[in-house]
C-alpha cells in the first residue's frame, strides 16, 4: 500500500540506464520451457510481472536460480506439469504465453485467462485460431483455457488482426511442430525479434521476425543457451518523456535508438532537443512544448504504450492537440486524474482533444494501470507543488528502480508506506 510523493518543478540533468525489456522477457521466460537443457538469460528486469512469470514456472517444476540482479538460469527439465496455477497467472497479461510454450513441450497446456491491465477486452481468438491451425483444440472451463493435440503440424496462419500476443503465442507452439508455419500479418514489435533471436539461438529455425510473414521451421530439440534481453523500448520513452515535461537535459542509456524512432519524431515536434549516439539518447527541453497529433499503431507507428505520457506532455503544450488511439478502447481511463490536476481533455470514445494550459497543479492522483501510472509520475514531476501518486504496484509492474533512477537525475521523489487501515487484508503483490 505504497505511494510516491513527487514535488514537481525540479529540472532533470544526469544520467539514467535502462533496464531490460519487460514485454520481451515476459515471453523469452516461458519460452525457456521449450528448452532441452539450462538457458541463461541476462539483462531481466527486475519487476513484479516478471518476477510473477518465474514464480509461475518455479511452481511448475523448473529449477531457478539467480546469478545477479539482473541474470537468471533456468532448467525446465524438471517441469511436470502441463498446468499454470491459477492464482499465480491470472494477475499478469503475459500469462498466456505458457499455453503456446507449454501445448509446444507437452502437447497440452491449461491456463486461466489473462489479467494486467484493466483498459479494455483482452479476446484471445487470434491465439486460438493459430493453435487449431497447428491442430489443436481448446476448451474454456472456470477461468482457465485448455488446449491439446495429438500432435502439432505446420500450417500457413493468416491473422485476421495484427496481435502482438498471438504471433508470440503462435511462434512458441510452432517451434517444435512438425513441417513448416507460415504467420501472415504478424507483429513486427521489437520484442518478437528478440524472442525469435532467443529462440534461433537455442537452436529454432525462425525467419522474417520483424517483418509482416514471419517462417518457422520445426525442429525436434533445442539446447541451451545465453541470451540477452534487449533495452525496454517503453521504459526509454518514458523517460524520455519526463525530460520533455519536467525540463532538462538527460543522456538515457542502454536504449537502441532505432526503437525509439516514433517516438523521437513527435518529442522533436513538440520543441524538444533529441540526439542519438550509437546506445545512448540525450533529450533536452528548455522552451515551451508545442501542440501536436498522435496516433497509436501497431510497431513502427507510435506505441500504445506511450500514450497516457505523452498526454502529459500535451496537457502543457501551446495550442490545441488531438490523440486518436487506435489499438485499446477504454484507454482514457486515467484522464480523470490529469483533470484533477487542471488538464484539459475531451474524450469521445478513442479520441481525444487536449486544450493545452499554462501547467499543471499538485493533487492526490492515483495510477489505474501500468503506463497510466507511469503518466502519473510524469506529471506529478512537472506539476506545481507536491503530488501524491497512490496504487504504485501497477507502475512497479513494468519499470525498475523508479525513485532511484528519478533521483539520481534531480528530482523530489520518496516512496512512503501507506498503513492498511480497513481491518483487511493487504492485497497480496503479484
Not at 477461468?143 to 496462419?157: H, P, R, S, T, Y
Not at 502543457?316 to 480523470?336: C, L, P, Q
Not at 509492474?397 to 533512477?405: D, L
Request: aromatic share 4%; net charge negative.
Amino acid at each position: 500500500m505504497d505511494k510516491y510523493v513527487i514535488t514537481g518543478g525540479r529540472r532533470l540533468v544526469g544520467n539514467i540506464a535502462i533496464s531490460g525489456a519487460k514485454n520481451a522477457a515476459i515471453a523469452i521466460i516461458p519460452a525457456a520451457i521449450l528448452c532441452d537443457e539450462v538457458c541463461r538469460i541476462e539483462n531481466v528486469p527486475d519487476i513484479t510481472d516478471v518476477s510473477a512469470m518465474i514464480r509461475i514456472i518455479a511452481d511448475m517444476g523448473a529449477k531457478i536460480r539467480t546469478i545477479n540482479k539482473s541474470t537468471i538460469e533456468i532448467d525446465p527439465r524438471p517441469i511436470h506439469t502441463f498446468v499454470a496455477s491459477y492464482e499465480l497467472a491470472r494477475h499478469i497479461r503475459g500469462s498466456y504465453y505458457l499455453l503456446g510454450a507449454l501445448l509446444g513441450r507437452f502437447s497440452r497446456a491449461v491456463v486461466s485467462m489473462p489479467g494486467g491491465c484493466d483498459f479494455g477486452v483482452r479476446p484471445i481468438d487470434q491465439h486460438l485460431k493459430g493453435f487449431a491451425a497447428l491442430g489443436s483444440k481448446y476448451s474454456l472451463d472456470g477461468g482457465m483455457v485448455d488446449v491439446k493435440a495429438e500432435q502439432l503440424k505446420g500450417n500457413n496462419i493468416y491473422m485476421d488482426v495484427v496481435s502482438v500476443g498471438a504471433t508470440v503465442n503462435i511462434m512458441l507452439a510452432a517451434v517444435k511442430a512438425k513441417g513448416t508455419t507460415v504467420i501472415e500479418n504478424a507483429a513486427k514489435e521489437p520484442h518478437i525479434v528478440d524472442l525469435a533471436n532467443f529462440l534461433n539461438s537455442m537452436g529454432a529455425d525462425i525467419r522474417g521476425a520483424g517483418t509482416d510473414v514471419i517462417k518457422i521451421f520445426g525442429v525436434e530439440h533445442l539446447h541451451g543457451t545465453e541470451y540477452c534481453i534487449i533495452p525496454d523500448q517503453i521504459e526509454a520513452g518514458t523517460y524520455m518523456a519526463a525530460v520533455a515535461a519536467a525540463g532538462g537535459d538527460v543522456l538515457i542509456q542502454n536504449v537502441i535508438p532505432k526503437h525509439l524512432e516514433s517516438i523521437s519524431a513527435k518529442l522533436i515536434e513538440m520543441g524538444v532537443t533529441v540526439e542519438e549516439y550509437d546506445d545512448s539518447i540525450r533529450v533536452k527541453r528548455d522552451g515551451d512544448l508545442h501542440k501536436c497529433n498522435v496516433k497509436t499503431m501497431p510497431h513502427p507507428g507510435f506505441p500504445t504504450d506511450m500514450q497516457p505520457q505523452i498526454a502529459v506532455l500535451l496537457a502543457i503544450a501551446k495550442g490545441t492537440s488531438i490523440i486518436n488511439e487506435s489499438v485499446w478502447d477504454n484507454r482514457f481511463r486515467y484522464v480523470e486524474e490529469l483533470r484533477r490536476m487542471g488538464a484539459q481533455f475531451s474524450v469521445d470514445g478513442k479520441l481525444a482533444v487536449v486544450e493545452g494550459v499554462d501547467h499543471l497543479n499538485a493533487a492526490p492522483i492515483k495510477a489505474t494501470d501500468l503506463r497510466a501510472g507511469a503518466a502519473m509520475v510524469i506529471a506529478a514531476l512537472c506539476a506545481h507543488g507536491t503530488t501524491e501518486v497512490e496504487d504504485i504496484q501497477h507502475i512497479e509492474r513494468g519499470y525498475e528502480s523508479v525513485t532511484e533512477k528519478l533521483l539520481a537525475v534531480g528530482a523530489e521523489i520518496r516512496r512512503v508506506h501507506v498503513p492498511d487501515n480497513t481491518g483487511r487484508p493487504a492485497p497480496r503483490a503479484i
